[in-house]
């Protein structure tokens, strides 16, 4: 709170205020008395601080700190006696702004779709109740937006009584707040108050999966109330919060100076991007509301995913580590050296993942190197940015359908945010350069003509073993590559694994096909000066279509068979149907939606654009000496292994 603060412009100090000082104070907290009474009689000013209404994943009596403030000048937001900043907002600003209400739409579809709210550590996965009920939000005792509404357990059990009055016959669940089930503070239900078709509801389901099977919402001035509102609700509200008399809510005691009618965009741009302070723990900033949303996806996404805990098998000793940190910070993994360990330890109720080339159709959940994944080589033990987890298949297998390609599949039509911040997240990748690796290397001057670039790869990878039949070695590309374009200039650049001696995949004599062989040459240098990629099933062919390359593909990759490629593979037929995606849906679904990223410098799960701009700053690990010794004898076990098999 004192570094938002600090941001803000309000450094905070100990003492009486000077000349030009201000009072901060807690809200109306037990305390905040104090406070005014120093301001009154020193001729202070008073500031009223809170928190915003998208705080964290837990409630702050657990520790976390917030993701941003409410700062008021001369009220409280949720207490309706006395105007506040917010409702001056609400009353007096234009909110007509196209743009802004753009950005409204856009962030309340996404705070929809990720199941975010105040607190943010709900698991949309767990089951809601069925449909057909009528939803009564309790809040803490002695809450100070209770009490500003001069209500108690009487008023909400008149609450209760309407409900039931004007809902005859209609379940009624007695939905419990966060702190009441965290242990924190009691609520004003009881157990004796559900009877009959009373139900108490304590389970941490999503308020969206709540909301969505409510036929009504009663409420005194809870903050789910203003989210029944963006859910399509018209609350029955029985206090005076924000949101209320803005002809949205159906109000019991109506407040006569509340008489502008809003919509539901105008309301939340006021409340969620105009009103609060906003904190950008990764990069210690003040920021806009859609950073904060992409904080929270990424650490709800983790809380969701990790909370059960995981068990690893067949992990190797050195991957270990970096596993930890990304999947292990609600509950420590376990690592398992065989399917017969590994699922013993999964009946203590954790997930089961492993290394998807090692992986069996067993239910365990396939993990791989993510798309941004480092400055330097997974095969030199860099540890990695970004992993895909994949619970149905993986992503470069097109024999059986994965989890990116339902993404691709169902995001072909993206929201306009959505392509919004996919096309912001291109634009960043093609001017900062970057691509998987990111390994530096001059870029000579190229021949001039019609210049297809081939990149090459390791040929026991398994997107060729799968995803391409017809087509496993990188001298038959090569010779291919020839015979379809004779006049046409091929710059071969071979990988770096295979280059660093670590993986098989070297070509004899090159130059009978290539025109010009680059060795550790920049990718994202490279890119931009070519006019054609052609590959089996690189990930390069991905990076070309962002820089808006044309992309041939002998094989199956995950970006084949979608509209934006030529096809010359073997890709399958599921991908041929449906809506085609547009290059922002594709990169949603591979950059944004697929993969897990964690932020090196805080260790927190972030987005991918912190992972971009890590990348772009250099602000990122390095390996040492003992991780490239232990690199370069994986390397010769795995091209002795390679010869062998063949």
Same mark, same amino acid.
């Given at each position: 709170? *004192? ?17 030009? /000082? ?28 809170? /928190?915003?209404?998208? *705080? ?40 007509? %702004?196209?743009?802004? =209400? ?20 709900? %698991? ?22 209770? $009490? ?25 669940? =007695? *939905? ?175 997930? $089961? ?11 365990? =959940? ?23 987890? %994949? ?5 470069? %297998? ?49 021949? /001039? ?20 039949? !017809?087509? !496993? ?37 090159? /130059? $009978? ?20 990629? +052609?590959?089996?099933?690189? =990930? ?99 091209? !002795?292994?390679?010869? +062998?098999?063949?």
């Amino acid at each position: 709170m *004192r570094r938002i603060l600090s941001l803000t412009g309000y450094p905070v100090s100990l003492g009486l205020p000077g000349p030009g /000082d201000m009072v901060g104070v807690w809200g109306q907290s037990p305390y905040a008395h104090r406070g005014k009474a120093v301001a009154a009689r020193r001729g202070a000013r008073l500031l009223r601080v809170e /928190d915003a209404f998208l *705080r964290s994943l837990h409630p702050g009596r657990s520790g976390e700190p917030p993701l941003g403030l409410l700062l008021d000048r001369t009220g409280v937001h949720f207490d309706g006696r006395a105007p506040s900043d917010l409702e001056t907002l609400l009353a007096t600003h234009p909110l007509d %702004d196209h743009a802004l =209400l753009d950005r409204a739409r856009g962030a309340m579809a996404r705070m929809r779709a990720a199941h975010l709210s105040k607190y943010a550590a709900v %698991d949309p996965a767990t089951p809601a109740p069925e449909p057909g009920y009528v939803l009564v939000i309790d809040q803490t005792a002695g809450d100070a937006s209770v $009490r500003a509404s001069g209500a108690d357990r009487n008023r909400f059990l008149e609450m209760l009584y309407w409900a039931q009055e004007e809902h005859p016959g209609k379940r009624i669940l =007695l *939905r419990t707040h966060p702190e009441t089930r965290a242990g924190f503070r009691p609520g004003h239900f009881t157990k004796a108050d559900a009877q009959g078709r009373i139900a108490l509801f304590s389970d941490p389901v999503s308020p969206q999966a709540l909301l969505d099977g409510a036929v009504a919402v009663y409420t005194v001035s809870s903050q789910m109330g203003f989210e029944a509102i963006l859910a399509g609700h018209k609350p029955r509200v029985f206090g005076h919060p924000f949101y209320a008399g803005w002809g949205l809510t159906e109000d019991e005691t109506p407040l006569p100076r509340r008489q502008r009618r809003l919509t539901r965009a105008q309301l939340f741009a006021a409340a969620m991007i105009l009103y609060p302070v906003w904190y950008d723990p990764y990069r210690d900033r003040l920021c806009e509301i859609e950073d904060v949303l992409a904080t929270l996806e990424a650490l709800s996404r983790a809380w969701r995913e990790d909370r059960h805990g995981w068990v690893a098998e067949g992990m190797r000793l050195w991957k270990r580590r970096p596993l930890q940190r990304f999947f292990g910070s609600e509950r420590p993994m376990v690592f398992a050296n065989t399917p017969e360990e590994a699922r013993k330890r999964a009946e203590e109720g954790r997930r $089961r993942m492993v290394w998807a080339g090692k992986a069996q159709d067993d239910g365990a =959940l396939r993990v791989e190197d993510g798309f941004l994944r480092s400055r330097g080589l997974g095969a030199e033990l860099v540890p990695p940015l970004s992993l895909v987890a %994949d619970d149905l298949g993986i992503y470069y %297998d097109p024999t059986r359908p994965s989890r990116l390609e339902r993404l691709i599949a169902a995001g072909a039509q993206p929201r306009p945010d959505q392509e919004d911040r996919a096309r912001r997240l291109i634009a960043r990748l093609v001017a900062g350069g970057l691509t998987k690796y990111n390994l530096p290397g001059a870029l000579p001057d190229l021949p /001039d003509g019609h210049r297809i670039l081939i990149p090459g790869q390791v040929e026991d990878d398994a997107s060729i073993l799968l995803g391409s039949p !017809q087509i !496993q070695s990188n001298a038959d590309l090569l010779a291919r590559v020839r015979a379809n374009n004779p006049g046409a200039v091929l710059i071969w650049k071979p990988h770096p694994d295979v280059e660093a001696g670590l993986r098989p995949g070297a070509v004899t004599a090159p /130059d $009978r096909w290539a025109d010009l062989t680059l060795s550790q040459a920049d990718m994202g240098a490279l890119l931009p000066q070519v006019d054609e990629v +052609w590959t089996l099933t690189s =990930l390069t062919g991905f990076e070309a279509l962002m820089r808006g390359r044309k992309v041939t593909v002998l094989g199956a990759p995950f970006y084949a068979g979608w509209g934006l490629t030529r096809d010359l593979g073997p890709v399958p037929a599921r991908r041929l149907a449906g809506p085609r995606p547009t290059l922002e849906a594709l990169v949603h679904a591979t950059l944004i939606a697929y993969p897990r990223y964690r932020d090196p410098v805080t260790g927190l799960p972030c987005p991918v654009e912190i992972v971009a701009e890590r990348l772009e700053t250099g602000a990122i690990p390095h390996p040492g000496p003992v991780n490239r010794g232990l690199s370069k004898l994986q390397g010769l076990l795995a091209s !002795q292994a390679h010869l +062998w098999r063949r």
